[in-house]
Every structure is written in structure tokens, then in C-alpha cells.
Nanobody, 119 residues
Framework: QVQLVESGGGLVQAGGSLRLSCAAS????????MGWYRQAPGKQRELVAT???????NYADSVKGRFTISRDNAKNTIYLQMNSLKPEDTAVYYC?????????????WGQGTQVTVSS
């Protein structure tokens, strides 16, 4: 089992910044991918950004150039620096941890943190 604890959400005006954090604990395999997904009301959950143990990143087109994902492997923690926020970034942001070990897939989610961007 892997537990994920998110923090850093809140209310911000358009153009502002927020930084999300997600700390993983439990039975953590050293090679994994962590990331952020978000879900706005009435919409499906979508990818925001992911980062592997080796620092390889992937971003949704909608956040490229505005959001930066990073990680501290020693702390099993990832961060999402969100700049130039827009009202359409409003959503619940979920942290994800996944790994494949000996052919078995492991996939865990955090409880989510609300990000609200006012216009």
C-alpha cells in the first residue's frame, strides 16, 4: 500500500500562483511515476503532469509553459508549481503514484486538493 498526502490547494486570483505538494509513504518501489491529474465539475479526470524517478516529465498541452512538476526522491515527494493560473484551471487536483513490478501494476491516488482560480 502507498499513501499519498496532498497539500497546497486554495483560492487564488487569475494570474496568480500556487504550489501543490504530494508526499508518498508506505511500500514504495524506488522506480515509479508520480503525477498530478485534475477533475473539474462535470468533466472527466485529466492528466496535468507526470514525472518519473529519473526526472522525465510529461505535461498536458494546456499547462505547458505555466506549470512545472518536480520531485525529491529522498522525500518521496512531488511538487507542482502553477503560475499564470486561469479560471479554467479550477478543479480538484489529485496526486497519483504508479509502478510496474514483476508485471504487476500498482496505482494509488490521493484524496485530492481543491484549486479555485477566480477571474
Amino acid at each position: 500500500q502507498v499513501q499519498l498526502v496532498e497539500s497546497g490547494g486554495g483560492l487564488v486570483q487569475a494570474g496568480g500562483s500556487l504550489r501543490l505538494s504530494c508526499a508518498a509513504s508506505g511500500s514504495i518501489f524506488s522506480i515509479n511515476t508520480m503525477g498530478w491529474y485534475r477533475q473539474a465539475p462535470g468533466k472527466q479526470r485529466e492528466l496535468v503532469a507526470t514525472i518519473t524517478t529519473f526526472g522525465i516529465t510529461n505535461y498536458a498541452d494546456s499547462v505547458k509553459g505555466r506549470f512545472t512538476i518536480s520531485r525529491d526522491n529522498a522525500k518521496n515527494t512531488i511538487y507542482l508549481q502553477m503560475n499564470s493560473l486561469k479560471p479554467e484551471d479550477t478543479a480538484v487536483y489529485y496526486c497519483n503514484w504508479r509502478a510496474v513490478v514483476a508485471g504487476l501494476k500498482y496505482d494509488y491516488w490521493g484524496q485530492g486538493t481543491q484549486v479555485t482560480v477566480s477571474s
